[in-house]
């Protein structure tokens, strides 16, 4: 057990598992089993906030730039509490418990700054990693797009439970990314393989987008918003699966 003293009481935690390399096909297909049990209403809430997303592209059209930005932080922090809503739905599921639209927003209630703050990091960490393979442009195409799976890891590895550790254990938001870099050390090769199928469904999305074009609203409603669902759903199963009983010990 590691042990940790914030203030005048102890706080246990839980180890993280070893899982195999398979627990990234796990994570994925585990998530799948959570999706189909509301499947329209998952969809309903990605497409919902897609329409948000461009009805506030609007703004850009006005060339503000200082308004523009803003509009693009403050829609980043909604979609990173929705993601936090996300994970207390899907606990919800999990528990047996029925699914409920306002639950995605049950984040806004008292961990909103701790997204805020989490988001902030996010984009701190993503400039500084990019920075970092810069040179892998100058060395040809395929250099590049190697520099952008190995972002892709970095990020993970700091990001990928933090909003679950941030809605169902409490943490802060970097006590919540030294418990994730701690979940990822142990499971390097569980991450890899999320993050490669992570990367062919991107991928794929890539290749049909340009191949079909006016079709690309179908391709929204029938292939992009169903996987991208389950995609949101595989960090709550990788939590799950890493800390079945959370980080936190609970006495």
Known sequence: MENQIPTSQEVRYHEP????ASAGIKWITDAFGIFKLH???WIGVLFAYMIVGFVVSIIDLLGINALSSLKGIVFSWVGSCL?????????NINN?????????FIVFLDKKMSFFILLLLQVLFSIAVSLLIIPLYFAGHWAMMIGVVLIVI?????????????????????????ANVKAA???IPAILVYVVGVALYSFMWGVLGSMLGQWIIMIILLLFLPVSAVLLLAPYIA??????????VKS
């Open 39 to 41: 499947p329209w209403k």
């Open 17 to 20: 598992k070893r899982l195999p």
């Open 239 to 248: 939590y799950r699966n890493i800390y079945p009983n959370g980080r936190i």
């Open 96 to 104: 047996g418990k029925a699914f409920d639209v306002k639950d995605f």
């Open 185 to 187: 050390m142990c499971n």
């Open 83 to 91: 993601v936090g809503g996300a994970m207390y739905v899907a606990n």
């Open 154 to 178: 970095v990020l993970l590895s700091i990001f990928l439970l933090t909003p679950a550790l941030i809605v169902l254990d409490g943490l802060k938001p970097w006590e919540a990314i030294k």
